[in-house]
Structures are given as C-alpha cells and as structure tokens.
C-alpha cells in the first residue's frame, strides 16, 4: 500500500491536471469520496533525488518528458 508523503501532494492535486472530461470525472469521483479540496502541499524535492538513487546524474535519462 503507497502512504503520502508529509506536505506531498494528493490525487486531487494529480487529478485536475489531467486532460478532458476523463480527469473532470476524476475530481469529482475523489471529491464525492471527501477528498480535502483545501489540502495543500509542502516543499516536497524527494523526487529530485531519483537521478542519484538509481545512480543516473543526467535528468535527460531519468526524467524523458
């Protein structure tokens, strides 16, 4: 099972990034499942540091996008 992070962000937070009426049935289905609409997220760089834990120092490599 995942656990959040301390101040890391939500679904809601991922979800309303999503495109089209796909990430809009999203949001409301966590919003209906009283998902925190006000819940905000720390500085959170813990996914900065997956370059150097899987050994990779170029972000080309690790992070394609």
């Known amino acids: ?5 301390p ?4 679904a809601l937070h991922f979800a309303v990034l999503l ?9 409301q289905l966590l919003l209906n499942a009283l998902a925190d609409p006000n819940a905000r997220a720390g500085p ?3 996914f900065q540091m997956a ?6 120092r ?6 394609p996008w």
Request: no cysteine; charged share 20%.
């Open 58 to 63: 170029d972000p080309e490599k690790t992070f």
């Open 19 to 27: 495109p089209g009426h796909k990430g809009v049935q999203i949001v």
């Open 51 to 56: 370059g150097y834990i899987q050994n990779e």
């Open 7 to 10: 101040n890391g962000l939500t």
């Open 1 to 5: 099972m995942f656990t959040a992070s």
């Open 44 to 46: 959170d760089t813990s």
